[in-house]
Protein backbone atom coordinates (compact mmCIF):
# COMPACT_ATOMS: atom_id res chain seq x y z
CA UNK A 1 0.00 0.00 0.00
CA UNK A 2 1.51 3.55 -0.59
CA UNK A 3 4.30 1.61 -2.38
CA UNK A 4 5.81 0.77 1.37
CA UNK A 5 7.90 -1.41 1.45
CA UNK A 6 9.48 -3.39 4.62
CA UNK A 7 12.99 -4.18 4.69
CA UNK A 8 13.50 -7.21 7.46
CA UNK A 9 17.09 -7.11 7.25
CA UNK A 10 17.62 -3.51 8.18
CA UNK A 11 18.42 -2.28 11.69
CA UNK A 12 15.87 -0.06 11.68
CA UNK A 13 12.61 -1.13 13.59
CA UNK A 14 9.94 -2.11 11.42
CA UNK A 15 7.46 0.30 12.83
CA UNK A 16 9.76 3.26 12.60
CA UNK A 17 10.28 2.32 8.90
CA UNK A 18 6.30 2.65 8.64
CA UNK A 19 6.60 6.26 10.67
CA UNK A 20 8.90 7.18 7.92
CA UNK A 21 7.44 5.86 4.68
CA UNK A 22 4.01 7.60 6.00
CA UNK A 23 5.03 11.33 7.01
CA UNK A 24 7.23 11.44 4.23
CA UNK A 25 4.49 10.08 1.57
CA UNK A 26 2.06 13.36 3.85
CA UNK A 27 5.07 15.67 3.18
CA UNK A 28 5.31 15.22 -0.87
CA UNK A 29 1.62 15.04 -1.18
CA UNK A 30 1.16 11.09 -2.12
CA UNK A 31 -1.18 10.73 0.78
CA UNK A 32 -3.99 14.07 1.00
CA UNK A 33 -4.70 16.26 3.68
CA UNK A 34 -7.92 14.44 5.24
CA UNK A 35 -7.20 10.88 3.78
CA UNK A 36 -8.70 8.15 6.09
CA UNK A 37 -6.22 5.65 6.90
CA UNK A 38 -6.86 1.89 7.12
CA UNK A 39 -7.23 0.93 10.15
CA UNK A 40 -4.14 -0.55 11.98
CA UNK A 41 -5.76 -4.37 11.87
CA UNK A 42 -5.76 -3.76 7.87
CA UNK A 43 -2.25 -2.34 7.16
CA UNK A 44 -0.88 -5.02 9.75
CA UNK A 45 -2.24 -7.25 7.19
CA UNK A 46 -1.60 -5.77 3.91
CA UNK A 47 2.33 -4.90 5.39
CA UNK A 48 2.76 -8.85 6.70
CA UNK A 49 3.61 -7.49 10.58
CA UNK A 50 2.23 -7.41 14.18
CA UNK A 51 -0.90 -5.17 14.61
CA UNK A 52 1.39 -3.41 17.60
CA UNK A 53 4.09 -2.51 14.94
CA UNK A 54 1.42 -0.88 13.48
CA UNK A 55 0.36 1.05 16.47
CA UNK A 56 3.48 1.72 17.34
CA UNK A 57 3.74 3.84 13.97
CA UNK A 58 0.46 5.42 13.81
CA UNK A 59 0.95 6.73 17.83
CA UNK A 60 4.57 8.51 16.95
CA UNK A 61 2.29 10.18 13.13
CA UNK A 62 -0.39 11.15 16.25
CA UNK A 63 1.95 12.01 18.72
CA UNK A 64 3.93 14.46 15.93
CA UNK A 65 0.64 15.66 14.47
CA UNK A 66 0.73 14.00 11.67
CA UNK A 67 -2.52 11.86 11.85
CA UNK A 68 -5.98 12.76 14.12
CA UNK A 69 -7.26 10.31 15.96
CA UNK A 70 -10.91 10.41 17.77
CA UNK A 71 -13.02 7.83 19.34
CA UNK A 72 -15.78 7.03 17.56
CA UNK A 73 -13.93 8.19 14.35
CA UNK A 74 -11.46 7.17 11.66
CA UNK A 75 -7.99 8.24 11.57
CA UNK A 76 -7.35 10.55 9.17
CA UNK A 77 -4.37 12.75 8.24
CA UNK A 78 -4.14 16.65 9.19
CA UNK A 79 -4.12 19.27 7.03
CA UNK A 80 -1.62 21.63 5.80
CA UNK A 81 1.52 19.15 5.63
CA UNK A 82 2.16 18.79 1.74
CA UNK A 83 5.04 20.77 0.78
CA UNK A 84 5.70 21.64 -2.57
CA UNK A 85 8.77 19.79 -3.93
CA UNK A 86 11.33 22.05 -5.62
CA UNK A 87 11.09 19.87 -9.43
CA UNK A 88 14.32 17.19 -9.17
CA UNK A 89 14.49 17.22 -5.67
CA UNK A 90 13.41 14.59 -3.82
CA UNK A 91 12.64 14.48 0.21
CA UNK A 92 15.67 11.51 -0.11
CA UNK A 93 19.44 12.53 0.63
CA UNK A 94 21.61 11.91 -2.36
CA UNK A 95 25.01 10.46 -1.52
CA UNK A 96 26.76 11.37 -4.48
CA UNK A 97 30.51 11.07 -4.36
CA UNK A 98 32.41 14.43 -4.60
CA UNK A 99 33.72 15.48 -7.92
CA UNK A 100 37.27 14.55 -9.20
CA UNK A 101 39.32 16.36 -11.58
CA UNK A 102 41.68 14.91 -13.83
CA UNK A 103 44.26 17.71 -13.03
CA UNK A 104 42.93 18.94 -9.64
CA UNK A 105 45.13 22.72 -9.01
CA UNK A 106 43.20 23.50 -5.80
CA UNK A 107 45.30 25.10 -2.88
CA UNK A 108 45.81 25.19 -0.03
CA UNK A 109 45.59 21.26 0.03
CA UNK A 110 47.95 19.09 2.04
CA UNK A 111 48.59 15.48 0.69
CA UNK A 112 46.87 13.49 3.37
CA UNK A 113 48.44 10.13 2.03
CA UNK A 114 51.51 10.90 4.03
CA UNK A 115 50.00 11.59 7.26
CA UNK A 116 50.65 8.74 10.00
CA UNK A 117 47.10 7.68 10.85
CA UNK A 118 48.11 5.07 12.70
CA UNK A 119 50.12 6.66 15.39
CA UNK A 120 47.70 9.04 15.60
CA UNK A 121 45.08 6.73 16.34
CA UNK A 122 47.45 4.97 18.73
CA UNK A 123 47.65 8.83 20.15
CA UNK A 124 44.25 9.00 20.34
CA UNK A 125 43.51 5.84 22.26
CA UNK A 126 46.45 6.73 24.82
CA UNK A 127 45.06 9.82 25.56
CA UNK A 128 41.14 8.67 25.76
CA UNK A 129 42.64 6.31 28.63
CA UNK A 130 45.21 8.75 30.66
CA UNK A 131 42.74 11.76 30.33
CA UNK A 132 41.33 12.96 33.93
CA UNK A 133 37.64 12.49 34.42
CA UNK A 134 37.04 16.16 35.13
CA UNK A 135 38.84 16.98 31.41
CA UNK A 136 35.53 15.11 30.57
CA UNK A 137 33.22 17.72 31.47
CA UNK A 138 33.38 21.35 30.86
CA UNK A 139 36.82 22.94 31.05
CA UNK A 140 36.43 26.37 29.90
CA UNK A 141 37.37 28.44 26.58
CA UNK A 142 40.83 28.53 26.72
CA UNK A 143 41.91 24.72 25.84
CA UNK A 144 43.66 21.81 27.31
CA UNK A 145 46.09 23.07 29.27
CA UNK A 146 49.21 20.65 28.27
CA UNK A 147 48.58 21.55 24.67
CA UNK A 148 48.99 25.26 25.37
CA UNK A 149 52.12 24.90 26.91
CA UNK A 150 53.36 22.92 24.12
CA UNK A 151 51.98 25.24 21.34
CA UNK A 152 54.08 27.96 23.35
CA UNK A 153 57.35 25.35 23.32
CA UNK A 154 56.58 24.84 18.89
CA UNK A 155 56.51 28.44 18.40
CA UNK A 156 59.76 29.02 20.34
CA UNK A 157 61.25 26.27 18.74
CA UNK A 158 60.37 26.89 15.07
CA UNK A 159 59.97 30.91 15.30
CA UNK A 160 61.63 31.97 18.12
CA UNK A 161 58.98 33.35 19.38
CA UNK A 162 58.72 33.86 22.76
CA UNK A 163 54.91 33.33 24.30
CA UNK A 164 53.20 32.82 27.76
CA UNK A 165 50.62 30.13 27.79
CA UNK A 166 48.69 32.49 29.61
CA UNK A 167 47.76 34.39 26.16
CA UNK A 168 47.59 31.32 24.04
CA UNK A 169 43.64 30.22 23.49
CA UNK A 170 42.49 27.23 21.46
CA UNK A 171 39.83 27.72 18.51
CA UNK A 172 38.42 25.54 15.83
CA UNK A 173 40.72 26.44 13.15
CA UNK A 174 41.60 29.86 11.80
CA UNK A 175 38.39 30.69 9.83
CA UNK A 176 36.74 30.46 13.91
CA UNK A 177 39.72 32.46 15.21
CA UNK A 178 38.59 35.35 13.19
CA UNK A 179 34.89 34.96 13.58
CA UNK A 180 35.61 35.31 16.91
CA UNK A 181 38.43 38.33 17.10
CA UNK A 182 36.49 39.99 14.55
CA UNK A 183 33.65 39.89 16.54
CA UNK A 184 36.14 40.85 19.65
CA UNK A 185 37.39 43.70 18.25
CA UNK A 186 34.54 45.31 15.60
CA UNK A 187 31.41 43.88 16.96
CA UNK A 188 28.59 43.79 14.37
CA UNK A 189 29.85 46.83 13.10
CA UNK A 190 33.14 48.76 12.06
CA UNK A 191 35.50 48.82 8.53
CA UNK A 192 38.57 46.39 9.03
CA UNK A 193 41.44 46.49 6.58
CA UNK A 194 41.78 43.54 4.34
CA UNK A 195 44.40 42.72 1.34
CA UNK A 196 43.38 42.31 -2.15
CA UNK A 197 43.45 40.07 -3.42
CA UNK A 198 42.84 37.94 -0.62
CA UNK A 199 41.32 34.25 0.99
CA UNK A 200 37.48 34.57 -0.08
CA UNK A 201 37.14 32.19 2.95
CA UNK A 202 38.00 35.01 5.49
CA UNK A 203 36.28 37.77 3.67
CA UNK A 204 33.13 35.92 3.98
CA UNK A 205 33.84 35.92 7.28
CA UNK A 206 34.32 39.81 7.72
CA UNK A 207 31.21 40.30 5.57
CA UNK A 208 28.85 38.22 7.90
CA UNK A 209 29.91 39.56 10.66
CA UNK A 210 28.71 43.10 9.32
CA UNK A 211 32.27 44.23 8.42
CA UNK A 212 33.15 47.28 6.29
CA UNK A 213 35.60 45.79 4.14
CA UNK A 214 38.49 48.32 3.37
CA UNK A 215 40.83 46.68 0.61
CA UNK A 216 44.33 47.24 0.55
CA UNK A 217 46.46 46.25 -2.81
CA UNK A 218 48.68 43.25 -2.95
CA UNK A 219 52.04 43.40 -4.76
CA UNK A 220 55.13 40.38 -4.96
CA UNK A 221 55.69 41.60 -1.46
CA UNK A 222 52.72 41.78 0.05
CA UNK A 223 50.28 44.46 1.40
CA UNK A 224 51.08 47.70 -0.04
CA UNK A 225 51.60 49.86 3.12
CA UNK A 226 51.55 53.05 1.11
CA UNK A 227 47.83 52.68 0.28
CA UNK A 228 47.09 52.50 4.05
CA UNK A 229 44.43 55.64 4.39
CA UNK A 230 42.71 56.24 8.00
CA UNK A 231 39.10 55.36 8.20
CA UNK A 232 37.25 56.83 11.08
CA UNK A 233 35.29 53.47 11.70
CA UNK A 234 38.62 51.07 11.12
CA UNK A 235 38.88 48.75 13.85
CA UNK A 236 41.72 46.19 12.45
CA UNK A 237 44.00 45.43 10.24
CA UNK A 238 44.21 42.07 8.58
CA UNK A 239 46.99 40.48 7.40
CA UNK A 240 49.55 37.48 6.09
CA UNK A 241 52.94 39.21 6.24
CA UNK A 242 54.55 35.49 6.20
CA UNK A 243 53.25 34.14 2.90
CA UNK A 244 50.40 36.13 1.52
CA UNK A 245 47.34 34.57 0.26
CA UNK A 246 46.85 34.11 -2.88
CA UNK A 247 50.49 35.99 -4.48
CA UNK A 248 52.69 34.52 -2.00
CA UNK A 249 54.47 37.62 -1.14
CA UNK A 250 56.56 37.99 2.09
CA UNK A 251 56.42 41.31 3.74
CA UNK A 252 60.00 43.13 4.19
CA UNK A 253 60.76 44.82 7.22
CA UNK A 254 60.15 48.05 6.10
CA UNK A 255 56.68 47.25 5.27
CA UNK A 256 55.74 45.91 8.60
CA UNK A 257 57.64 48.60 10.70
CA UNK A 258 55.29 51.02 8.90
CA UNK A 259 51.62 48.98 9.00
CA UNK A 260 52.27 48.81 12.64
CA UNK A 261 53.45 52.70 13.03
CA UNK A 262 49.70 52.71 11.23
CA UNK A 263 47.88 50.66 13.17
CA UNK A 264 49.48 52.38 16.70
CA UNK A 265 48.82 55.67 15.09
CA UNK A 266 45.39 54.93 14.32
CA UNK A 267 44.51 52.99 17.42
CA UNK A 268 43.76 49.53 15.57
CA UNK A 269 44.76 45.99 16.02
CA UNK A 270 46.77 43.89 13.97
CA UNK A 271 44.64 40.08 13.05
CA UNK A 272 48.10 38.14 11.45
CA UNK A 273 47.17 34.65 9.97
CA UNK A 274 50.17 33.13 9.61
CA UNK A 275 49.05 31.35 6.41
CA UNK A 276 50.89 28.36 5.04
CA UNK A 277 55.03 29.83 6.58
CA UNK A 278 55.80 26.37 8.33
CA UNK A 279 56.23 25.23 4.65
CA UNK A 280 59.26 27.49 3.49
CA UNK A 281 61.87 26.55 1.24
CA UNK A 282 64.42 29.16 1.31
CA UNK A 283 66.09 29.88 4.42
CA UNK A 284 64.01 29.24 7.51
CA UNK A 285 60.55 30.50 8.87
CA UNK A 286 59.80 34.37 8.77
CA UNK A 287 59.35 35.78 12.77
CA UNK A 288 55.57 36.89 13.13
CA UNK A 289 54.75 40.31 13.62
CA UNK A 290 53.83 39.83 16.70
CA UNK A 291 56.91 39.95 17.68
CA UNK A 292 57.11 43.43 16.79
CA UNK A 293 54.40 44.55 19.47
CA UNK A 294 52.34 41.59 21.30
CA UNK A 295 49.90 44.25 22.91
CA UNK A 296 48.74 45.40 19.30
CA UNK A 297 48.73 41.99 17.12
CA UNK A 298 46.18 39.00 17.32
CA UNK A 299 48.30 35.97 15.87
CA UNK A 300 46.40 33.28 14.58
CA UNK A 301 48.11 29.95 13.67
CA UNK A 302 46.55 25.96 12.63
CA UNK A 303 47.08 22.68 12.21
CA UNK A 304 45.06 22.52 9.52
CA UNK A 305 47.81 22.56 6.68
CA UNK A 306 50.68 20.69 8.58
CA UNK A 307 48.22 17.98 9.60
CA UNK A 308 44.65 17.95 8.24
CA UNK A 309 42.01 20.43 8.04
CA UNK A 310 39.19 17.85 9.79
CA UNK A 311 41.64 18.38 13.18
CA UNK A 312 39.63 21.85 13.79
CA UNK A 313 42.42 22.68 15.82
CA UNK A 314 43.88 26.28 15.95
CA UNK A 315 44.96 28.98 18.21
CA UNK A 316 45.27 32.32 19.08
CA UNK A 317 47.49 34.89 20.84
CA UNK A 318 45.98 37.17 23.11
CA UNK A 319 47.27 40.58 24.26
CA UNK A 320 45.95 39.99 28.22
CA UNK A 321 43.40 43.27 27.47
CA UNK A 322 41.05 40.82 25.40
CA UNK A 323 41.05 37.71 27.45
CA UNK A 324 37.81 38.24 29.04
CA UNK A 325 36.19 39.37 26.71
CA UNK A 326 37.27 36.45 24.69
CA UNK A 327 36.25 33.66 27.27
CA UNK A 328 32.81 35.31 27.42
CA UNK A 329 32.11 35.40 23.45
CA UNK A 330 33.77 31.63 23.30
CA UNK A 331 31.50 30.15 26.43
CA UNK A 332 28.38 31.64 24.73
CA UNK A 333 29.30 30.78 21.34
CA UNK A 334 30.48 26.72 21.20
CA UNK A 335 32.02 26.85 24.97
CA UNK A 336 35.42 24.59 23.84
CA UNK A 337 37.31 22.67 21.41
CA UNK A 338 36.60 18.52 22.79
CA UNK A 339 39.62 17.53 25.03
CA UNK A 340 40.24 14.18 23.61
CA UNK A 341 42.27 15.33 20.55
CA UNK A 342 44.00 18.42 22.37
CA UNK A 343 45.46 16.01 24.34
CA UNK A 344 46.23 13.45 21.45
CA UNK A 345 48.10 17.14 19.74
CA UNK A 346 49.72 17.72 22.52
CA UNK A 347 51.42 14.00 22.96
CA UNK A 348 52.23 14.22 19.22
CA UNK A 349 54.17 17.41 19.67
CA UNK A 350 55.65 16.25 23.42
CA UNK A 351 57.12 13.85 21.12
CA UNK A 352 58.73 15.66 18.51
CA UNK A 353 56.55 13.84 16.47
CA UNK A 354 54.84 17.24 14.69
CA UNK A 355 58.45 18.13 13.95
CA UNK A 356 59.61 15.21 12.28
CA UNK A 357 56.20 15.25 10.10
CA UNK A 358 56.99 18.97 9.15
CA UNK A 359 60.28 18.48 8.20
CA UNK A 360 59.49 15.37 6.07
CA UNK A 361 56.51 16.72 4.18
CA UNK A 362 58.91 19.79 3.77
CA UNK A 363 61.25 18.11 1.91
CA UNK A 364 58.29 16.40 0.23
CA UNK A 365 56.73 19.53 -1.36
CA UNK A 366 60.05 21.09 -1.95
CA UNK A 367 60.91 18.04 -4.01
CA UNK A 368 56.84 18.69 -6.16
CA UNK A 369 57.49 22.74 -6.07
CA UNK A 370 60.23 21.73 -7.76
CA UNK A 371 58.81 19.10 -10.37
CA UNK A 372 55.98 21.85 -10.60
CA UNK A 373 58.21 24.74 -11.74
CA UNK A 374 60.18 22.55 -14.04
CA UNK A 375 57.03 21.51 -15.96
CA UNK A 376 56.01 24.79 -16.31
CA UNK A 377 59.29 25.79 -18.15
CA UNK A 378 58.98 23.00 -20.44
CA UNK A 379 55.87 23.86 -21.11
CA UNK A 380 55.65 27.56 -22.08
CA UNK A 381 59.67 28.38 -21.64
CA UNK A 382 60.13 32.20 -20.22
CA UNK A 383 56.86 32.87 -21.22
CA UNK A 384 55.63 33.25 -17.73
CA UNK A 385 56.39 34.47 -14.30
CA UNK A 386 55.81 32.86 -10.73
CA UNK A 387 55.16 34.27 -7.78
CA UNK A 388 54.79 33.25 -4.18
CA UNK A 389 57.21 30.01 -4.69
CA UNK A 390 59.43 30.13 -1.83
CA UNK A 391 56.77 28.57 0.80
CA UNK A 392 53.21 27.21 0.94
CA UNK A 393 51.37 24.69 -1.33
CA UNK A 394 50.63 26.46 -4.36
CA UNK A 395 52.33 28.92 -6.93
CA UNK A 396 51.07 32.10 -8.65
CA UNK A 397 51.51 32.33 -12.03
CA UNK A 398 51.79 35.09 -14.36
CA UNK A 399 50.85 34.76 -18.23
CA UNK A 400 51.60 38.51 -19.52
CA UNK A 401 49.09 39.02 -22.18
CA UNK A 402 46.46 36.65 -21.58
CA UNK A 403 42.95 37.27 -19.38
CA UNK A 404 41.81 34.24 -17.67
CA UNK A 405 37.88 35.02 -16.98
CA UNK A 406 34.47 32.91 -16.08
CA UNK A 407 34.67 31.62 -19.76
CA UNK A 408 38.39 30.00 -19.17
CA UNK A 409 37.49 28.40 -15.74
CA UNK A 410 34.17 26.63 -17.31
CA UNK A 411 36.60 25.63 -20.73
CA UNK A 412 39.08 24.66 -17.55
CA UNK A 413 36.17 22.19 -15.89
CA UNK A 414 34.65 20.83 -19.07
CA UNK A 415 38.19 19.50 -19.78
CA UNK A 416 38.62 18.05 -16.10
CA UNK A 417 40.48 20.79 -14.84
CA UNK A 418 40.42 22.41 -11.33
CA UNK A 419 41.88 25.74 -11.52
CA UNK A 420 41.53 29.35 -9.76
CA UNK A 421 42.46 32.72 -11.55
CA UNK A 422 43.98 34.91 -9.28
CA UNK A 423 40.75 37.32 -10.06
CA UNK A 424 38.76 34.94 -8.45
CA UNK A 425 39.85 36.40 -4.68
CA UNK A 426 39.87 39.87 -5.36
CA UNK A 427 37.86 42.32 -4.13
CA UNK A 428 38.55 45.08 -6.87
CA UNK A 429 38.38 43.42 -10.04
CA UNK A 430 40.30 43.66 -13.11
CA UNK A 431 43.93 44.09 -12.25
CA UNK A 432 45.21 40.00 -12.09
CA UNK A 433 43.20 38.92 -14.77
CA UNK A 434 46.52 37.12 -16.19
CA UNK A 435 47.29 35.39 -13.05
CA UNK A 436 46.64 31.73 -12.16
CA UNK A 437 46.81 29.67 -8.84
CA UNK A 438 48.02 26.23 -9.17
CA UNK A 439 48.37 24.29 -5.90
CA UNK A 440 50.71 21.35 -5.68
CA UNK A 441 50.90 20.06 -1.98
CA UNK A 442 48.43 17.34 -2.48
CA UNK A 443 49.62 16.26 -6.15
CA UNK A 444 52.18 13.35 -6.98
CA UNK A 445 54.92 13.54 -9.46
CA UNK A 446 52.82 11.97 -12.22
CA UNK A 447 49.76 13.77 -11.25
CA UNK A 448 52.19 17.29 -12.06
CA UNK A 449 52.93 15.99 -15.03
CA UNK A 450 50.00 15.25 -16.82
CA UNK A 451 48.08 18.22 -14.69
CA UNK A 452 50.50 20.93 -16.61
CA UNK A 453 50.00 19.15 -19.96
CA UNK A 454 46.32 19.36 -19.72
CA UNK A 455 46.45 23.23 -19.10
CA UNK A 456 49.08 23.46 -21.89
CA UNK A 457 46.55 22.42 -24.19
CA UNK A 458 43.43 24.42 -22.66
CA UNK A 459 45.59 27.55 -22.88
CA UNK A 460 47.06 26.73 -26.25
CA UNK A 461 43.27 26.55 -27.60
CA UNK A 462 41.88 28.85 -25.51
Given at each position: ?14 W ?15 IK???VLP ?6 GI ?6 T ?7 L ?17 A????EK ?11 A ?14 L??F?R ?6 N ?7 Q???F ?9 R????I ?7 R???V ?38 M ?9 Q ?8 Q?I?T ?5 K ?5 I????S ?11 TRR????R???D ?8 D??SE?R???E ?6 N ?8 VG?F ?10 G????P?Q?H??W ?6 A ?18 R ?8 M ?8 KL ?22 H??I ?9 T??K ?11 V ?11 N?L???Y???S???I????G?LK????D?
Open positions: MWGIKIDRESELPLRQIYQAVSERILSGESNESTRELALAVSRNVCQAYDMITEGYLISRQGAPTHVAGLSLTPGLSLRTDNKAKTFDADFRTGKPDRLPFLWQQLNKALEELLDQGYTGPQGYPLLGEAAWLYRSGLKDPVNIFITAGATHALHLATGLLCGNKGGIYIEDPCHTGLETFLQKGCVIPVPVDEGQEHLEKNNACAYVTPHQFPMGGILPAAKLMFAKNDLFVIEDYDFYSGPIAPLYMDPQRVIYTSKILFPALRIYVILGFKSKSLRTHDVQNPPFQQAALAEFMAAKLDRHVRKRRVYSERRMLSELENAWGDSFRVMGDEAGLLAEFPGLRFDDFRRCLENSINITPENHCIQKGRHLKLLGGHLHEEKKGVKKVIQY
